[in-house]
T-cell receptor
Framework: DAGVIQSPRHEVTEMGQEVTLRCKLISGHNSLFWYRQTMMRGLELLIYFNNNVPIDDSGMPEDRFSAKMPNASFSTLKIQPSEPRDSAVYFC??????????????????FGPGTRLTVL | KQEVTQIPAALSVPEGENLVLNCSFTDSAIYNLQWFRQDPGKGLTSLLLIQSSQREQTSGRLNASLDKSSGRSTLYIAASQPGDSATYLCAVIVSQAGTALIFGKGTTLSVSS
């Protein structure tokens, strides 16, 4: 299994530009999470989906951020327009079950390698 | 609002030493707790997951304990090795309905040979 795949791994852009981050879930997983990591705030949840449906987007900073799951295995996180304060590492994670009672390691979230975004 | 705190923020030990990393959370109504490892420039790797009904989990040289009533978890690493050098993050899920992880800021461990 290839694990969670994210692209690009690094992105450098100028303020005001649109940025699109991509994530491919582990096959068979039905929950998808987008997190952002900064030195100041650590890891924070932005949004998560269960079975392609957004469940909680309260962590999305503002309307400039949007996320979609066009199919069960793929997601995008878009920032438009980007600002320097959006610079961070963005992680995508997937799990086998979201919001459902499970046992053992079924709830484990598997993280992608992250996208390091720099907005100049 | 659930807050997760990890102390210390950084720790340096010589190879072979046993060590304990601490994690505390403010709301004891958690669904489960996970310990992750993060290497520089890399993603997170799940180490151990403890369900709220469990008190500990073990994997190799790692042992994680959970005391919900006191809002604490510890990660015990036995016979530390230089390869254990990384940042260790603790995270909780606060309810069965919501599966988003709330993270601490991590403890950066350095094991010298």
């Amino acid at each position: 299994d290839a694990g969670v795949i994210q692209s690009p791994r690094h992105e450098v852009t100028e303020m005001g530009q649109e940025v699109t981050l991509r994530c491919k879930l582990i096959s068979g997983h039905n929950s998808l999470f987008w997190y952002r990591q900064t030195m100041m705030r650590g890891l924070e949840l932005l949004i998560y989906f269960n079975n392609n449906v957004p469940i909680d987007d309260s962590g999305m900073p503002e309307d400039r951020f949007s996320a979609k799951m066009p199919n069960a295995s793929f997601s995008t996180l878009k920032i438009q327009p980007s600002e320097p304060r959006d610079s961070a590492v963005y992680f995508c994670a997937s799990s086998l079950a979201g919001g459902v009672r499970t046992s053992g390691r079924t709830d484990t979230q598997y993280f992608g390698p992250g996208t390091r975004l720099t907005v100049l | 609002k659930q807050e997760v705190t990890q102390i210390p923020a950084a720790l340096s030990v010589p190879e072979g030493e046993n060590l304990v990393l601490n994690c505390s959370f403010t709301d004891s109504a958690i669904y489960n707790l996970q310990w992750f490892r993060q290497d520089p420039g890399k993603g997170l790797t799940s180490l151990l997951l403890i369900q709220s009904s469990q008190r500990e989990q073990t994997s190799g040289r790692l042992n994680a304990s959970l005391d919900k009533s006191s809002g604490r978890s510890t990660l015990y690493i036995a016979a530390s090795q230089p390869g254990d050098s990384a940042t260790y993050l603790c995270a909780v899920i606060v309810s069965q309905a919501g599966t988003a992880l709330i993270f601490g800021k991590g403890t950066t461990l350095s094991v010298s040979s």
